[in-house]
């Protein structure tokens, strides 16, 4: 069983960037990075594949960006531009089979980091 940790979360004013990191992903294994806001359902916001092929939510296409370093065991989490809205709880998971865009797709969740977008 993977074992996953996020890290990176912290307050950050609206406009400002953040890059959040996940350690402990299988080499093997397509990565999957959701968010969930206070009394809201989990979103997906990007995968990505072993060959690196990216897949983006709605939630953040366009300001985020997903990659992987399998020599470092990690996927990171470049997010640009944030706003108020994508103040949430940022999670980590393996993919298991199924959509992507979709939380019973994946397996071994992280504990989440926090983000907060406020001035």
């Known amino acids: 069983q993977v074992h996953l940790g996020e890290a990176g979360g912290r307050l950050v004013q609206p406009g400002g960037a953040l890059r959040l990191s996940c350690s402990g992903n299988?080499?093997?294994?397509?990565m999957g990075w959701f968010r969930q806001a206070p009394a809201k359902a989990r979103e997906f916001v990007a995968a990505?594949?072993?060959?690196?092929?990216?897949y983006y939510g709605e939630a953040m296409r366009g300001r985020a960006a997903i990659s992987r370093d399998d020599i470092k065991n990690t996927v990171s989490l470049q997010m640009n531009s944030l706003k108020a809205g994508d103040t949430a709880v940022y999670y980590c998971?393996?993919?298991?089979?199924?959509?992507?865009?979709?939380?019973?797709?994946?397996?071994?969740w992280g504990q989440g980091t926090q983000v907060t977008v406020s001035s």
């Open positions: 998971a393996v993919y298991d089979r199924g959509p992507l865009f979709e939380t019973d797709s994946y397996e071994n």
């Open positions: 299988g080499r093997t294994s397509t």
């Open positions: 990505i594949r072993t060959d690196s092929s990216t």
